[in-house]
Structures are given as structure tokens and as C-alpha cells.
């Protein structure tokens, strides 16, 4: 088991897409009250005094949208400056993201994620959903954005969806041929999306890479990442690809990380909440630190146990019906 130092932080479950693997159209969501959100000062009262204690020293921000976020740059700088701070980095879609780059940059983030689930503007409409139209243009500019700002590594998260961007898996993985970006193959997952999964499946990883290997062959990469993503290069490539195989090749034995949603609520995993800790409530309701890293003590001595596949659902389909967004990215 791998120590468990990264901390993945919802900063708003809140979202200006609405993807079909996420939030398909009809989904209708209880959005958490603004009062009922962690405040800033309470986050950095959270990982001052009790995540950074018991041994957290990597931070990513995700949402829902992180840059919805009111005041997010500052709350970046405050985290990214604290002498314990060995990691900062953020899950975006990206539509936001290029007028304040540069300002994130200054502010210490250094490295970025950006969902881009496909190259072809029609394609992009349809899985983000409809009332979206036309914003394809300013990811792709969030994208340039943040690559000359120098963001390293910069990543592009791509969830490959049967049927509707699988087609395209060998134009995303030429992006890595020139220029140092890491895209990364996500297999589809059983996550709030619907009928949508149970319609459409999911590809393996390994059929990804045979894909890419026909066409130009494939070598496993030198380069490391922080989470669970297998890392291969097309030879002579720039960049790297990578492959989260959540669904064909479990990795929970690797998993170094918790998660902490925009109401302050510590999961230990993806999709199974065994031990999950309701922090903003305890804060308000007078309990310690002290005895707050020692709830989180034992949560981690009971991580290895939990498995997202052995989750319970709640229903016959296997579908797990919260959102990403409700989850905490």
C-alpha cells in the first residue's frame, strides 16, 4: 500500500459543462447551498491543522468547475506557499482558464489538468451537452494558455466513450508527438451517467494501446506520474500517454489518496464512503483538531481495506448515482 499524502479538494460541486459521463440531460441536481460550502478559512484551517499534521503534502483542487470558485487564485497562493506544500495542482475543464493562467502560474500552481474529450467541435457539444454549444474554442485556448504560461507537465484528460469519441483516440494520442503534453485515457465508469453506461460500455486500456501500437508502436515511459495512470510514449514522442484503468485493472492497492468534498466531507474513496468523516461539521460543532487527525488516522489505517468495486450501489445496474461533482473530482 502506498502512503496516502495526496488530498484531492473540491472547491465547488457546481459545473458550467454538464457531460454525459457526469451529468447527462434530464439529471437534476441538488446543488450544495452556498453557506454550506467550506469556507477558504476553514479549508486552510483543515490543512494546516490537521491534514498537513498527519502527513498530507499534495494538494489538488477539482470541483465540479475549480474555477468557479470565487477568489480561487488567492486560495491557490495560500495553500501553494505553506513550507509543507510539496505538490500543487488542479483539475479544470478549462473553459475559464485562459484570461487567469498566468495568474495561477504566479500563484504557485504549477501543474494542470484539462478535460478534452475530443478534437472535434460537434463531438465536444455533444458530451458536454447542448447548452454548451461553441465552447470548444475556449478550452482549446485554455489549453495553449496554460502551455505557454509552463504549466509541466500539462495533461489532457480524456474519458473515451464507445460510439461517440473512441474514433479519435489516435488523433488525441499524435498530440503528444511534438510537444511535451501527457494525455491521459480514461476508461469510462459507472458514475452518475444513467442509461449511458449501460447503453455504451466501456473500451479496456489495453485495446487503446493496440490501437496506438498498429500505428506507431508504443514503449512504456521512464516518466512517473502521482496517481494510479499506467505511462507509455509513442518512441520519439515529446509527451506521454497515459491509461487509468479503473474498471479492467483494479488499482486500489495503489491508491495514495482522499478526497474531500466542497461540504467538507473526507472520503477515502472513488466510490465507496466506508469511514467518511464530516469535517466542516465537526469544525462547527467544536471538535478538536486533536481529535480530528486522530478520526484520520484511523481512517487511513482502515484504507487498504476499501475497494471501489466492492461498493454498494444501491440499485440493480451497478450505476452509481451521484455525479462526479458530488463526489469531489
Given at each position: ?5 495526496y488530498?484531492?479538494i ?6 458550467n459543462?454538464?457531460?454525459q459521463?457526469?451529468m ?12 454550506n460550502?467550506l469556507?477558504?478559512e476553514e479549508?486552510?484551517t483543515l ?10 503534502t499534495?494538494?489538488r ?8 470558485r ?5 486560495l491557490v497562493?495560500?495553500i501553494?506557499?505553506?513550507p ?6 488542479m483539475t479544470?475543464n478549462?473553459?475559464?482558464l485562459a484570461p487567469?493562467a498566468?495568474s495561477l502560474?504566479d500563484?504557485g500552481?504549477k ?8 478534437l472535434?467541435a ?7 451537452g447542448?447548452r ?9 485556448e ?6 505557454q504560461v ?6 489532457l484528460?480524456?474519458v473515451v ?13 499524435a ?7 501527457h494525455?491521459?485515457f480514461?476508461?469510462?465508469m459507472?458514475?452518475?451517467n444513467?442509461d ?12 487503446l494501446r493496440?490501437r496506438i ?17 499506467d505511462?507509455?510514449?509513442?518512441p ?8 487509468i ?6 488499482f486500489c492497492?495503489r491508491c495514495?489518496r482522499?478526497?474531500?468534498s466542497a ?5 477515502p ?18 471538535v ?8 484520520i488516522?484511523?481512517l ?15 440499485n440493480?445496474?451497478g450505476i452509481?448515482?451521484?455525479t462526479m461533482s458530488q463526489i469531489?473530482g
Amino acid at each position: 500500500m502506498n502512503q496516502v499524502d495526496y488530498l484531492r479538494i473540491s472547491l465547488i460541486d457546481r459545473c458550467n459543462f454538464r457531460c454525459q459521463y457526469c451529468m447527462p440531460e434530464g439529471t437534476e441536481l441538488d446543488y450544495i447551498f452556498k453557506q454550506n460550502l467550506l469556507t477558504d478559512e476553514e479549508l486552510l484551517t483543515l490543512i494546516t491543522e490537521v491534514f498537513i499534521p498527519v502527513g498530507f503534502t499534495r494538494f489538488r483542487l477539482t470541483g465540479g468547475e475549480p474555477l468557479l470558485r470565487p477568489q480561487v487564485v488567492e486560495l491557490v497562493r495560500n495553500i501553494a506557499s505553506l513550507p509543507e506544500t510539496q505538490d500543487m495542482s488542479m483539475t479544470t475543464n478549462g473553459f475559464l482558464l485562459a484570461p487567469i493562467a498566468q495568474s495561477l502560474y504566479d500563484a504557485g500552481l504549477k501543474r494542470i489538468n484539462i478535460s478534452l474529450d475530443s478534437l472535434d467541435a460537434d463531438t465536444f457539444d455533444l458530451i458536454i451537452g447542448n447548452r454548451g454549444r461553441g465552447r470548444w474554442q475556449a478550452v482549446w485556448e485554455g489549453i495553449q494558455a496554460a502551455y505557454q504560461v509552463g504549466f509541466n507537465p500539462l495533461k489532457l484528460n480524456v474519458v473515451v466513450i464507445p460510439g461517440v469519441n473512441d474514433s479519435e483516440i489516435l488523433d488525441l494520442a499524435a498530440l503528444t508527438i511534438d510537444k511535451q503534453w501527457h494525455v491521459r485515457f480514461i476508461e469510462f465508469m459507472p458514475i452518475g451517467n444513467g442509461d449511458l453506461f449501460s447503453d455504451r460500455g466501456w473500451i479496456s486500456s489495453e485495446e487503446l494501446r493496440q490501437r496506438i501500437r498498429n500505428r506507431w508502436g508504443l514503449t512504456e515511459s521512464q516518466v512517473r506520474g502521482n496517481g494510479p495512470a499506467d505511462i507509455f510514449q509513442i518512441p520519439g514522442a515529446k509527451g506521454t500517454l497515459g491509461f487509468i484503468s479503473q474498471m479492467s485493472e483494479c488499482f486500489c492497492d495503489r491508491c495514495n489518496r482522499m478526497r474531500l468534498s466542497a461540504d467538507g466531507w473526507l472520503r477515502p474513496c472513488l466510490l465507496n464512503e466506508t469511514g467518511q468523516i464530516d469535517l466542516k461539521g465537526a469544525l462547527n460543532g467544536g471538535v478538536s483538531t486533536a481529535e480530528l487527525r486522530q478520526q484520520i488516522k484511523h481512517l487511513l489505517t482502515i484504507k487498504p481495506e476499501i475497494n471501489f468495486k466492492q461498493r454498494d450501489s444501491g440499485n440493480s445496474t451497478g450505476i452509481y448515482t451521484r455525479t462526479m461533482s458530488q463526489i469531489g473530482g
